[in-house]
């Protein structure tokens, strides 16, 4: 199973009643191009061969089935490199990416500052989307602990990118990035089965497993030829007279996915905004908004969104906005600026003064040339 979050994988299993092991690959290391693919795994857990000819019954009986294996004699090299700490030569790309996935794997999230800067180091040396992907998997990981940093989920969509742009025919590389991205480009909705999950499993009796990450916006999202009717929505704010949030006491994390597009593609923007220092959300009041102001050859899906405040008098939780938007055909080559910005209630710190602000931020998408390479559907 590849999957970024193998919790999702395990609630998956306790709803279809899966008693047998499934083995997670969040990096994708065995190389798998398309899925589904067959496996052939000896009695001490070796995989013996990827996408054996089944057609050939025969030969994959001979091959596979009647064959009794002999039991390795160490350890895989994933737990052998973390146990004696052996970190490659500098000189060796693949080596030091394969190290950090191992310290990703077999460490835990006090390495994953360790683990970028291996990889980050790693893609000097050599880029390539193995060394690109592997580098967004860690990055999304570090971005879901406690270790984040602001820029983690940006930086894991822009490696995904870059190993898409190195093999655009990768059914994996493409299905990360669709995972997060536009409705416009969705094969199909990656995560709307959690919901009947864990309806079913509790109907059976039984408590559902907890998720570390609860999938939300664009991994629900089901696939769309066009946006809906545009609804007529009015700017909150049209004439800037809400005062504007100059410490600031909420931070903006902006992520577009994809990142770069072609004239007449869609994105999917991600804003998350988050309190800074002993800074509070105040829910006696109303909801947190977003607004997108029109902009030429840009078509967006309700510019207006919502963000429901949170529970008691006062929290802190991230407020996270997904919003999407199309270019026109003729939209010029280039970096496009999209303005926006969020109302909001927000106290100074826990004795503090209670305050309605705003904040104005830009969101920078990048128009290519169109050279034939476009994010559609390859698997």
């Known amino acids: 199973m590849i999957e970024q979050h193998p919790d999702r994988t395990r609630l998956f299993m306790q709803w279809q009643q899966m008693d047998w092991s499934i083995m997670v690959d969040p990096f994708n290391l065995l190389n798998m ?11 001490h857990g070796i995989i013996r061969a990827v996408q054996p000819r089944l057609d050939r019954a025969s030969e994959f009986e001979d091959l596979f089935v009647q064959q009794q294996f002999d039991a390795p004699t160490e350890p895989v090299i994933a737990r052998k490199i973390i146990t004696q700490a052996e970190k490659p030569s500098d000189a060796d790309a693949h080596a030091l990416s394969d190290y950090a996935v191992a310290l990703t794997l077999w460490g835990d999230d006090t390495l994953l500052d360790e683990a970028v800067a291996v990889s980050e180091q790693a893609l ?11 580098l967004g998997v860690i990055y999304r990981m570090r971005y879901d602990s406690v270790y984040r940093q602001a820029d983690d989920f940006m930086q894991a969509v822009n ?3 870059a190993a898409l742009n190195y093999d655009p025919n990768n059914y994996i590389w493409r299905r990360r990035i669709q995972q997060y991205g536009p409705r416009l480009d969705k094969p199909y909705p990656f995560y709307d089965w959690v919901l009947q999950a864990r309806a079913d499993i509790q109907a059976r009796g039984d408590e559902p497993i907890i998720l570390s990450i609860e999938p939300a916006g664009a991994e629900f999202a089901a696939p769309m030829q066009n946006f809906d009717a545009q609804l007529k929505q009015s700017n909150p704010d049209p004439d800037n007279r809400i005062y504007q949030d100059t410490e600031p006491l909420i931070l903006a994390d902006i992520v577009v996915v994809p990142p770069q597009i072609v004239a007449g593609e869609s994105v999917r923007v991600h804003i998350t905004l988050r309190t800074s220092q002993d800074a509070h959300w105040n829910n006696e009041v109303d909801d947190t908004l977003l607004w997108l102001h029109e902009a030429d050859q840009w078509q967006i899906d309700r510019p207006l969104q919502t963000v429901a405040k949170g529970d008691g008098d006062t929290s802190n939780e991230n407020r996270h906005f997904e919003v999407e938007l199309r270019s026109t055909s003729d939209m010029p080559i280039g970096q496009q600026l999209i303005n926006a910005y969020s109302l909001y209630y927000i106290c100074e710190d826990v004795n503090g003064i209670c305050l309605y602000r705003r904040q104005d931020f830009t969101i920078p998408i990048e128009i290519l040339p ?10």
């Open 33 to 43: 191009r398309v899925v589904p693919c067959t496996l052939a795994i000896d009695e």
């Open 124 to 134: 000097s040396i050599q880029a390539d989307d193995r060394t690109h992907f592997n």
């Open 159 to 161: 490696h995904w990118t």
């Open 370 to 379: 169109d050279t034939g390479r476009k994010l559609k559907d390859g698997g």
